[in-house]
């Protein structure tokens, strides 16, 4: 069965660390896998895409590293601020693309 | 650019009240459309998909409709709510070639009451 797993489903950090989130999938055929941030009662918007030939991937203070041997894959936010809050989630497509149900990550001052 | 637009941007509705939500695509033709439902606390749900003029392509069954009048309009239909409709309810385009990057519009927040 195709499933994206993210964990862990929340997460509280102080403003100026780092963090990261995981993503665990069994998605077969693998075309690639995607990161997006969902502010709250907006829409996604995508971080990264990455394709199986890619390990890493980093978009500003946002690094997302992808093992396709293990099927798995991380976003990690440097030096977080306030902003950073909100909703992650990971994306796999196959043949059709499979959500994960997110981590909420809340940055607190 | 392109620009995606959805509306209303929040909805209370009662129960077995029909519904329209719409979705309009601007500075691209011949997009991949999508409707998703973000229930409370939930993962997005694909609902329907269209890849042209009149093609919808169910992925639960509800009781939900999309039609596709338009190469970039979508809209999102029920002839009666139930509860369990409620939800955020997102429009997301995409080009057809390549793996395609989906471009989500700002949501519709939905409450039935």
């Known amino acids: 069965k195709n499933q994206v797993e993210q964990s862990p489903q929340s997460l509280i950090i102080l403003e100026g660390k780092n963090c990261t989130l995981q993503?665990?999938?069994?998605?077969?055929?693998?075309?690639?896998l995607r990161w997006y941030k969902q502010d709250t009662g907006r829409g996604p918007v995508s971080l990264t895409i990455m394709t199986f030939s890619e390990n890493t991937k980093s978009n500003g203070r946002y690094t997302a590293t992808l093992d396709a041997d293990t099927k798995q894959s991380s976003l990690h936010i440097t030096a977080s601020q306030l902003s950073d809050s909100a909703s992650y989630i990971c994306?796999?497509?196959?043949?059709?693309?499979?959500f994960g149900q997110g981590t909420e990550l809340s940055v607190k001052p | 650019s392109q620009t995606i637009h959805q509306w209303p941007a929040t909805l209370v509705q009662p129960v077995g009240s029909p519904l329209s939500l719409e979705c309009t695509v601007e500075?691209?033709?011949?997009?991949?459309l999508y409707w998703y439902r973000q229930a409370a606390g939930r993962g997005l749900q694909l609902l329907f998909y269209?890849?042209?003029?009149?093609?919808i392509s169910s992925e639960v069954p509800q009781n939900l409709s999309a039609s596709r009048p338009q190469d970039r309009q979508f809209i999102l239909s029920s002839k009666k709510l139930l509860l369990s409709d409620s939800g955020f309810y997102l429009c997301a385009w995409s080009v057809r070639d390549g793996f395609y990057e989906q471009y989500f519009g700002p949501g519709t927040r939905l409450t039935v009451t």
């Open positions: 500075g691209t033709s011949n997009p991949n």
């Open positions: 269209s890849v042209g003029i009149g093609q």
């Open positions: 993503c665990n999938y069994t998605v077969s055929p693998f075309s690639n």
């Open positions: 994306v796999v497509q196959g043949g059709k693309l499979i």
